[in-house]
């Protein structure tokens, strides 16, 4: 069974930046897609982002395309997520996928 912890979450202003990194454990990380996925307060996960096994590869929802960017480094077992420019709505609790696995998640907060 994968585990996977996420942090760098927290607090910050609007037009700030964050890094949120997420750890496997396991030895399917290196040859598996990996994604990001966020929930916002009363509303349903959605897809952020996701990278392809050897970081080739990647695809972005419409609305984080130009300030997230999603990397991984398989020595660490580590996949990142760089948020830029963030905004109040992307205040969410975002979480790390690997296959049918998923973290416990992370708060990001971003206030106006």
């Known amino acids: 069974q994968v585990q996977l912890v996420e942090s760098g979450g927290g607090l910050v202003q609007a037009g700030g930046s964050l890094r949120l990194s997420c750890a496997a454990s396991?030895?399917?990380?290196?040859?598996?897609?990996m994604a990001w996925f966020r929930q916002a307060p009363g509303k349903e996960r959605e897809f952020v982002a996701t990278?392809?096994?050897?970081?080739?590869?990647?695809r972005y929802a419409d609305f984080v395309k130009g300030r997230f960017t999603i990397s991984r480094d398989n020595a660490k077992n580590t996949v990142f997520l760089q948020m830029n420019s963030l905004k109040p709505e992307d205040t969410a609790v975002y979480y790390c996928?690997?296959?049918?696995?998923w973290g416990q998640g992370t708060h990001v907060t971003v206030s106006s």
């Open positions: 996928n690997l296959r049918t696995s």
């Open positions: 396991g030895r399917t990380f290196s040859n598996s897609a």
């Open positions: 990278i392809n096994w050897n970081g080739g590869s990647t």
